[in-house]
C-alpha cells in the first residue's frame, strides 16, 4: 500500500486487476483506517483485506525498517510469500527496505550472492531487460555473470525467446575497454555456451534494443534508467509546449493526434512497471513509487505471469545447469 499516493493508486488498480483477470486472488495489506474505506468495493472483487499496524516510510533505511518494522504492511506482505499464502509480492513502497526483507525472509538461491533489480525497458525493436537497477552498487565479475543468467531466463520465459541475447554495459565495444570487473565478466560469460552473449554495448544500444538483456553494476543501470526518464519527460514536454505555443503548432498537434497516441501507446511507461528482484526464492515486484493505477496494474500482472512461469525455479535450474 505503498508509493506515492498509496491506497488512492493501488486499490483502484487491485479491482482493475482482478476484473481482468479473474483466475488471480488478491490481499491488500496496509493500515485499517487507510483502507477501510474501500471495503466493500474489495469484497465486491474479491479482494480480502488484511491490516498491519505499522508501516514503512520512503526515507526508512533498509536495515532499520529489518529491525524495527517486522509489524509493517511491507513485512507482512512478503512474509506470505513465504508461508506460501501467496505465490509473489507487489509494493511501490521504500525499495531498499523491500530487498532488505525479501532477501532477509526468502532468501536466494545458491550461487547468488545478491538479488538483482530487473525491468523490460522499450526499445526500438520492441523492449530489453535492464539489470540491476540499483541493488548492487559495486560488483564483482561473477556477480555480473549471476545477473546474465537471471535476466536471460527471464527474457526466455517471457518472451518465449529461447535464445535471448546478452550484452555487459561498457564505454566501448573493443575487448580492452571498461573496469577490470567488466573485462572479466566477459570472458567469464563467454565460457558458457549456453548463454547468447555478444559482448558489450554501449549506451545508445540500450535503446536501440541491441541485445535482448542489458547486464550492468547497479550503480550504472540506476544513472541510466533515471536518464532516459528523464529525457522522456523533457521530450514530452517540449512536444507539448511546441504544441500550444502558436495557432499553427495546435493545428499542426490535431493533425499528429494520431501519429502521438500510436508512439504514447508503444513507449507508454505504464506499461514496463514493476522491477522484479531476481535471484530470491520467491516472487517479488517493486513498482514505481509514482505509478498511477494503470501503471500498478501492469506490476500486478507481471507478477501473476511470473508465478505461471514459474520463474524462481527455471532460475535455480538454469544455475545448476551452468554449475555457477
Request: neutral net charge; aromatic residues 6%.
Amino acid at each position: 500500500m505503498g508509493g506515492d499516493l498509496g491506497p488512492r493508486t493501488t486499490v483502484p488498480a487491485a479491482l482493475q486487476a482482478a476484473a481482468s483477470n479473474p483466475d488471480i486472488d488478491i490481499v491488500l495489506i496496509g493500515e485499517q483506517q487507510a483502507l477501510q474505506p474501500f471495503a466493500a468495493d474489495c469484497a465486491a472483487a474479491r479482494i480480502a483485506l488484511e491490516y498491519a499496524a505499522d508501516t514503512v516510510a520512503m526515507d526508512d533505511k533498509p536495515s532499520q525498517a529489518l529491525r524495527q518494522k517486522r509489524n509493517s504492511s511491507m513485512w507482512r506482505a512478503v512474509e506470505l510469500v513465504k508461508s506460501g499464502r501467496a505465490h509473489a509480492c507487489v509494493s511501490a513502497g521504500n525499495t531498499g527496505a523491500l530487498m532488505a526483507m525479501g532477501k532477509f525472509l526468502l532468501n536466494t538461491f545458491a550461487g547468488i550472492d545478491r538479488p538483482a533489480i530487473c525491468k523490460p525497458v522499450p526499445t526500438e525493436r520492441g523492449h530489453s531487460y535492464l539489470l540491476d537497477l540499483g541493488a548492487n552498487i559495486n560488483c564483482q565479475a561473477e556477480q555480473l555473470l549471476q545477473f546474465a543468467v537471471m535476466g536471460s531466463v527471464l527474457a526466455a520465459a517471457v518472451d518465449q525467446n529461447p535464445r535471448p541475447s546478452i550484452g555487459l554495459l561498457n564505454i566501448g565495444e573493443e575487448d580492452n575497454k571498461g573496469s577490470e570487473q567488466i573485462r572479466l565478466a566477459g570472458r567469464l560469460l563467454a565460457q558458457h555456451s549456453a548463454l547468447n552473449y555478444v559482448g558489450y554495448t554501449e549506451g545508445d544500444g540500450i535503446y536501440r534494443g541491441d541485445v535482448d538483456v542489458v547486464v550492468c553494476d547497479g550503480f550504472a543501470g540506476n544513472v541510466a534508467l533515471k536518464v532516459s526518464e528523464g529525457v522522456a519527460r523533457l521530450l514530452a514536454d517540449q512536444v507539448r509546449r511546441a504544441f500550444r505555443a502558436s495557432w499553427y503548432g495546435r493545428m499542426v498537434g490535431q493533425l499528429a493526434q494520431p501519429l502521438l497516441r500510436k508512439w504514447h501507446t508503444q513507449f507508454d511507461p505504464a506499461r514496463y512497471n514493476g522491477a522484479s528482484f531476481l535471484g530470491l526464492q520467491g516472487i517479488v515486484i517493486k513498482s514505481h513509487g509514482g505509478a498511477d493505477s494503470s501503471s500498478f496494474r501492469f506490476a500486478v500482472e507481471s507478477a501473476r505471469d511470473q508465478v505461471e512461469l514459474r520463474i524462481p525455479q527455471l532460475i535455480n535450474d538454469q544455475l545448476a545447469a551452468l554449475q555457477i
